[in-house]
């Protein structure tokens, strides 16, 4: 457990014989305070304990420092930062793209999709596209992106209202659920699911099982003569 760590600058904190000061202010291994005592006597604790000496609160006077497993504490911190960049949610914008006169099949499919989006906490961005004479009618786009937010209102609401660009007219919607939440939620169904599977699998091994059948060993038994008991 005892180290010395030299070599180049870093930003880790310094620990054992890199810390270079006259005394300490100590904590213990498990956060009691010891109070301020010469460095050769942390360091004398550090080795009696087989622990690290690490430099906590640099900026004090005197400096901070706990006694400690320095190694665990750096991968213990590894493993959660790598949990909480697993966790990050990133907002993802999502494009669905539709023609002023859609057709009803195509439309339920499109705003399935929209729905799909949105329950995955991910905003869509909605885009009409006007061709040749549909260009003279703005209108038909706009009243189909409100009937798309109405249908989708229970999930998202309208982020950025319809505005024309060009030949196409754009809206946003965002999602009600945080990215994070419907993360949670998906990870929630996952492991019900296989939980789900799991059982059934369970009850149809159960069902396969060949019942004990102790009827032919009892007659057997019956039927022993005399002379085999005997």
Known sequence: MWCYRGGSISTEPRINDR???????LVGPSGEQVGIVPLAKALELAQ??????????ASARPPVCKLMDYGKFKYESAMKAREARKNQAHTVIKEMKLRPKIDPHDYDTKKGHVVRFLKQGDKVKITIMFRGREQSRPELGYRLLQRLAED????GFVESNPKQDGRNMIMVLGPHK??????????EAQAARKAERQGAAADAAAKEAPEGDTGVASAEAGDASPEAQA
Not at 19 to 25: L, Q, S
């Open 19 to 25: 810390i270079r000061v006259p005394e300490v202010r």
């Open 178 to 187: 945080k990215k994070t939440e419907a993360m949670a939620e998906a990870r």
């Open 152 to 155: 989708v209102q229970d999930l």
């Open 48 to 57: 009696e304990y087989d622990l690290d000496l690490v430099e906590v609160a």
